[in-house]
């Protein structure tokens, strides 16, 4: 799986689904990537099993397809790479921004500060 960097990344984002799988609170406190959808690494293998409208529901987008072109992130990369990983073995069309949120706000990228991860309507 080929890694994806800052400039890729930022040139074509609205093609693109990134996952932020940081826990929701580590968006509130250190912020989020603008346009990114947290789906935590703990929950990522249940919720790519979901149906398409219980995945919309429980995060605010559309269930990517097997060939839609995602990409992981998290603060660092580590969780990203497991992400991104898990979703190659589940036959996703998934990449890894190994930079991930630290390297995005280095390059001066958009971020929301606090994060808002959707939240499920009850």
Partial sequence: MA???YTE???NFSDLVVFDVRNRHELEEKGQILGSNCVPFAELESAM???EDAFKAKY???KPTKTTPIITHCTKGGRARKA???L???GYNARVYAGSFNDWKA???SVLNPGKPYVPQN
Avoid: F, W
């Fill in 49 to 51: 099993e979901m149906a």
């Fill in 9 to 11: 990344l930022s040139t």
């Fill in 88 to 90: 190659k073995s589940m």
């Fill in 3 to 5: 890694d994806i960097e």
């Fill in 60 to 62: 605010g987008l559309k």
């Fill in 84 to 86: 991104g990983d898990l």
């Fill in 107 to 109: 390059n001066g990228g």
